[in-house]
């Protein structure tokens, strides 16, 4: 009996086993569905927090007031006010911070814009020209701040293109003039979307002001003085951590702390916020990853049950054609070809589906999924492992049984 | 017919098939020990037409079993056609299985998803016969036992005679030296029986060596040799049909 004749014969196997056979590639089919969509959920997260924080800026150092490692009387984290305008305009001293490229000090705080009858409530930033280039932001049309508008106060403002769309719909704002906190502001340039379709929604809804603007003209108080936030970028990646140091040495001094533990700032690079958003995912994976391999086992075990059922139940069939001459090898093939085959459709059809899935899911859990060509391989190599595993190992047992034992099993 | 019966000198010139020397088969269920067959001694010549006989459990089945290299004995020697079968491997079997044996079951053992004209080409396949040749034999084969309008139906569109007659067909499609039957007419009425044995008695005419089990008397009275058993044990074996006994 040749190749071509035992497949023939596996095909006929499975098709006159219409139901046992659809089961069996369910099962499978089931199994590497939720394979693919939960390894590509995982991936998927991953790739989002990634693109976020690398659209953030790139060499990005963030200088936030307030300690993690808060002690004695200090405040929490971001809450204290001890980052100033002075801080910043210090660590912009190339003498002081050679490996520093740009400074941005930014002060925040919600105010509502009002154009006509509309107003919308946003986040308004008030900082200096670098900060474009520290955060990566384009400018979509009209212009950035430029040093004239920080040195002179000048009463300009630049939107975000949620806030521009809010406020203006289509039409384009530049030139236009909004009001915030009864002061009028002319809108000279609207930034680009930042990027990342993924829910990023915060960094596109904004107004950017001059620094000086803010602070002499529409907020009061401690935002005279004090920042929330200063935004650095290292001349390179190579000398981010060169960077990190030179901030903190020349913050530490001006602020008179000599041991770091005690600092009242907190520096965030990019890394350390991947570093941390990748350990976040790593659990997210291995628990997807669990869950996925939950899945595929018991879609195994189903095989299994089926191809053991399927084998057991033809052992009688074994026997008869080993009585008409068929040798052990023969009808080992055979059903080496019927596994397979039922694996392999299977695996393909769950391929199909899964792929089908991760394309329509993101529509509904608004969470995007990344196909793995490594998980999906990986899990029909599996289910045709499975089943063949499954299927081979009880029928080249019949094989072995004297013909006549094998015809005599009900 | 031969004149000089099993035990008479002109056998001394045709060729054994069949030698068993002190063949026993003892089944063991769990604790429980049956032995089926009990030093059995038996020879059977090419061409020859021997019925096996004896009332039920004495042993003619496993018997036949062990003939068709379908079971091997506890202990003892079989000589197919001269050659030790418990030296042959299990791809020898096979072949030997399928090439000098054919066998004819009670309960018709046809694969019910195939056509008769598969079910028959079923022994070719394994044999590496090519496809044209194998549906020629085939349906040869089936226009033999008279059923070369049934190519396409399936065992379960056929009547139980209709089926064994295809089972025959399936046993004579290799040409086999030896055709060996399990009450082969065990479940059928008389006409099919009747159907049965005259293809049987064909075989035999045409030059093979028949081996049949059988109950009945005018089956066995068409053989030229009758085995009777009892108990595992050869109790008669004679070349007349007057040694019947029920
Ligand atoms: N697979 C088996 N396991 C255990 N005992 C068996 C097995 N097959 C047969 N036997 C026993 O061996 C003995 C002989 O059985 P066998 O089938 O050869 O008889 P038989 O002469 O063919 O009977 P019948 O005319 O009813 O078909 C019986 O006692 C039977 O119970
Ligand atoms: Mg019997």
Redesign the interface.
Known sequence: MNWLDTVKTGLDAIRSHRLRSGLTMLGILIGIAAVILTVGLGEGAQAQVRDQINSLGTNLLVVSPGSVTSGGIRGGFGSANTLTKADADALGSKMVAPDVAQVAPSTQSQGTLTVGSSNWTTSVVGTTPPWAAVRARKIDSGRFLTADDENTAAAVVVLGPTTSQQLFGAENPVGQTVTLNNVPLQVVGVLQSSGSSSGTANNDDTAVVPYSTAAQRLFGGNARTSVNAIYLSASSSGTLSAAYQEVQNELLNLHHITNSNNADFTITTQESLLTTANSVNKTLTVLLGGIAGISLLVGGIGVMNIMLVSVTERVREIGLRKALGARPRVIRRQFLVEASVLGLAGGILGALIGMIGSGVLPNFINSPVTLSPTATVGAIVIAIAIGLAFGVYPASRAARLAPIDALRTE | MDLLGPYGSDHSSRQEVIRLERVSKVYRTGAFEVAALRDVDLTIHDGEFVAIAGPSGSGKSTLM?IL?C???PTAGRYYLAGEDVSTMT??DL??V???RIG?V?QQF?L?P??TALRNVE??L????APRHERHERAVRALGRVGLADRLEHRPGELSGGQQQRVAVA?ALV?EPALILADEPTGNLDSVSTRDVLGLLQDLHDSGRTVVLITHEHDVASAAGRVVNMLDGRVHQDADTVEVWTR
């Open positions: 079993h068709g379908l079971d091997v299990e791809d096979a072949a299985r399928n090439r066998f079951f053992n694969l998803s195939l079923l022994p396949a394994y044999s590496g399936r290799t």
